[in-house]
């Protein structure tokens, strides 16, 4: 079966530009998260949703990202008004989350690897 | 901010030999995951050790577990070229379902 997929693998933006980066979850999977891993550094958490409501936006470093997920599969961040410092590459996971406090594996999508100039 | 911190940050080995990688986090956990991730990919799960666990092998992996000192290892047994990657730890601190990373190690085997 297929496994996590975004899309574009690469963009690169115009400083100013809107950028939208779209995650396709495993099929059945009610959890998705998003993760920034800046150069050399760990992935960092940006937000998470169960189906189509987002639980926790707590990561999200400015009001110029927004990430939705309308029906409760695929789901797109959105950066506004790029910035250098977004340059990143943005990770999707999803997880089939069975009940609340179980382990849930998280598989996680190839990235988008965005470079703002 | 990033949870863990990992040590060595970088790593080089001959094939055969063994690899060890640490790991320091901060606040309470319900479990630790290693990952690897290849360059230009996604991370893979390796292996999870929950809090009340305090050793356990996947293979030719090992992790370790010391909650009272806050820190985990990844031990990788007569490493292999293909085992070139960049390792990270991951914390689940039980209230949500978000994984918080480590810095990494990236390790380079040589065949």
């Known amino acids: 079966g297929a496994g996590v997929s975004q899309s574009p693998r690469y963009k690169v933006a115009k400083r100013g530009q809107d950028v939208a980066l779209r995650c396709d979850p495993i099929?059945?999977?009610?959890?998705l998260f998003w993760y920034q891993q800046a150069l050399g550094q760990g992935p960092e958490f940006l937000t998470y949703f169960q189906n189509e409501a987002q639980l926790d936006k707590s990561g999200l470093p400015s009001d110029r990202f927004f990430a939705e997920r309308p029906e409760g599969s695929v789901s797109t961040l959105k950066i506004q008004r790029t910035q250098q410092e977004d340059s990143a590459v943005y990770l999707c996971a999803s997880s089939l989350t069975l009940w609340t406090g179980a382990y849930n594996e998280q598989f996680f999508g190839p990235g988008t690897r965005l470079t703002v100039l | 901010s990033q949870q863990g911190e990992e040590d060595p940050q970088a790593l080089s080995i001959q094939e055969g030999e063994n690899a060890t990688m640490n790991c320091s986090y901060k606040?309470?956990?319900?479990?630790l995951q290693w990952y690897r991730q290849n360059s230009g990919r996604g991370l893979v799960h390796l292996i999870l050790i929950r809090s009340n666990e305090r050793e356990k092998h996947s293979g030719r992996l090992r992790v370790t577990l010391d909650t009272s000192k806050k820190s985990s290892s990844l031990l990788i047994t007569a490493s292999r070229a293909a085992d070139t990657a960049s390792y990270f730890c991951?914390?689940?601190?039980?209230?949500?379902?978000?994984?918080?990373f480590g810095t990494g190690t990236r390790l380079q085997v040589f065949p």
């Open positions: 606040t309470s956990i319900n479990n």
């Open positions: 099929s059945g999977h009610v959890s």
């Open positions: 991951a914390t689940d601190p039980g209230d949500t379902d978000k994984l918080i």
